[in-house]
């Protein structure tokens, strides 16, 4: 399920990217948390839960002299100052939307410029720009398999967004029979008393751990 809040988000902070593709990379990278932290060759006991323990983080992580991603897009420190980012503005949902977009949008150029000779298959640039966006490659997030985790994760977000989900009447079927033989109505309704419940469509990830995501683009 796509939270409707991330979809508005998505849809100011991230124009020029697809929420559903956006989506599916927040899921993949922080499991919509904004205060998510994932560090390179290591990792938190456990995720920060406000701002307040998230820059305190921080400032332990650089003292350490660490190498770490943060927010709902895992922006990595190293790119904070190209987009105007610091310790606390790097949490901010929208700002680190932005700056995440920016980055895959630079991906899927470089995607596109590379495979230039080829006939153009958008798919395979974008999913080449996913792989640069976890790894600054196109081919080691297909070796960890980050990009098949995205794109899985893609399916998720597209899935519907209420838990409750009527389906389309369907007709019922007619079964061939010997004409002196009629059915009881009773038995072709008794199929109808128990519909099906709905799928499970829920998008709760908390468990999710960004810690190997990070990365330097």
Known sequence: MLPLDFIALAQQCAPQVSPLTMAAI???ESGFNQYAI???HGRLERQPANEAEAVAT???LERGGWNFSVGLAQVNRSNWPVYGLGERSAFDPCRNLAAGAAI???????????HARAPVD????LLASLSCYASGDFSTGYRTGYVQRVVGNASAA???TTSVVV???APIPVIPVDADIRRSPESSRSSLRHPS???DTSSTQSGVDPDGSAVVF
């Open 104 to 114: 895959l949008q630079g991906c899927l150029e470089l995607a596109r410029r590379a």
């Open 158 to 160: 597209s899935a519907p």
């Open 197 to 199: 419940k709905p799928a």
């Open 122 to 125: 958008a798919q395979l640039d």
């Open 58 to 60: 921080v400032h332990a």
């Open 38 to 40: 994932g560090v390179v």
């Open 167 to 169: 389906p389309a009447i």
């Open 26 to 28: 927040v899921r993949t």
